[in-house]
């Protein structure tokens, strides 16, 4: 298995590769796969790749997928986070052959299977993964259904689908129809407690949750929230709701449209937390670190929690020191100058630590 850094490594070094056809081949095993069952489609791709047309092209893919299928016999089972393959005539010479195959176990569950032949690799599933550090809890609903999921990175995963019961308007008039409506509200009422008991089970234990955006038509997700019996913790991660009109999966596609600013907002709010933490153990001189030799001697020790990074430090620079977070299994932030602590802490070197203990 590979580490985000390695993986963002990998990424900006196949982006660069271009095929002078479609002679770059891409193969994505999803974790839990029968990994025989790919290396029968690689194998019957073989038969597809010999009616191209264009000789060299042809035996560009042939040779990729030959040595595709030579390594794929070396493996009995798929790993455990899927496989991803890349394989192609990599050569910027024309007439010329170098085909180069990379297979890698990403660092997170791969979820899609894929096979194609392009002019460049497919590597939208995997820069996914490197934007999934945290995650929001999503909610549609109405008085009739209300669909949960999550938002990681740009990937929207449905959690689960409920449905309350709750009927129609009726057309009876007098006593009969308050009657109807009492039994209809007590409904909608005990539809409200089961979304809130659901929000628990799917919500209350994810580490990386950030926050939890609410859906639907006005007043429903409004009296959610006062008869929802939604525990006081999660009613606290809710930053903000949208009104939104469509219940399903497709609710959930328009309420992550419809919440931008407010995504972009939490990534500030983030930021400036994270960098008022900062400062304040820098001011008190407790396990924090933000000069040269002392970031080196934390590195030296395994020290380091947090490792914090100015943007603005540059590319190559932030490549170096995440790798060595990595290697001490720290977790690393970037942060921005579109705030005065983001600016602060750029005049004070662009680099700090919260330490995981003291160092002398």
């Known amino acids: ?33 029968n990994i025989y069952t790919t290396a029968n489609q690689i194998e019957a791709e073989k038969s597809t790749a010999d009616n ?17 299928s030579r390594e794929l016999k070396f493996y009995k089972q798929t790993p455990s986070n899927g496989m991803a393959i890349f394989c192609g005539n990599v050569s910027e010479n024309e007439g010329q052959i170098d085909i180069k195959l990379w297979i890698i176990e990403p660092p997170q569950a791969l979820k899609t299977r894929l096979y194609r032949c392009d002019q460049q690799f497919v590597l939208e599933p995997l820069k996914e993964m490197l934007e999934a550090e945290e995650v929001y809890g999503l909610v549609v609903m109405d008085r009739k259904e209300a669909t949960l999921g999550l938002l990681e990175g740009k990937q929207i995963k449905v959690l689960r689908k409920m449905t309350s019961g709750v009927p129609g308007k009726f057309k009876t008039g007098g006593q009969s129809s308050a009657r109807f409506e009492r039994i209809i509200e007590g409904m909608a009422k005990e539809f409200y407690r089961r979304i809130a008991e659901a929000m628990k089970e799917l919500y209350f234990n994810l580490p990386k949750l950030k926050g939890i955006i609410l859906g639907g038509p006005v007043p429903t997700k409004e009296d959610f929230l006062k008869e929802g019996q939604l525990l006081t913790q999660l009613k606290e991660k809710i930053i903000g709701m949208k009104d939104i009109g469509q219940t399903d999966e497709s609710g959930l596609k328009d309420l992550v449209e419809a919440s931008k600013d407010l995504l972009a907002e939490q990534e500030i709010i983030h930021e400036k937390k994270l960098l008022e933490n900062f400062f304040e153990k820098l001011g008190k001189g407790k396990k924090v670190a933000y000069k040269k030799a002392d970031i080196e001697k934390a590195f030296k020790y395994g020290a380091i929690d947090v490792l914090i990074l100015s943007n603005k430090l540059g590319k190559e620079k932030i490549k170096e020191l995440t790798r060595k977070a990595e290697n001490i299994s720290a977790k690393v932030e970037i942060v921005s100058i579109e705030t005065p602590e983001g600016e602060q802490f750029w005049n004070l070197g662009g680099i700090g630590a919260i330490l995981r203990f003291e160092i002398q």
């Open 1 to 33: 298995m590979i580490s985000r850094y390695e993986l963002a490594e990998l990424i900006e070094e196949l982006e660069k590769i271009r095929g002078r056809h479609t002679e770059l081949v891409t193969v994505f095993i999803p974790s839990g796969a």
């Open 52 to 68: 191209i047309k264009s000789k060299t092209t042809r035996k560009n893919v042939m040779d990729a997928l030959e040595r595709i």
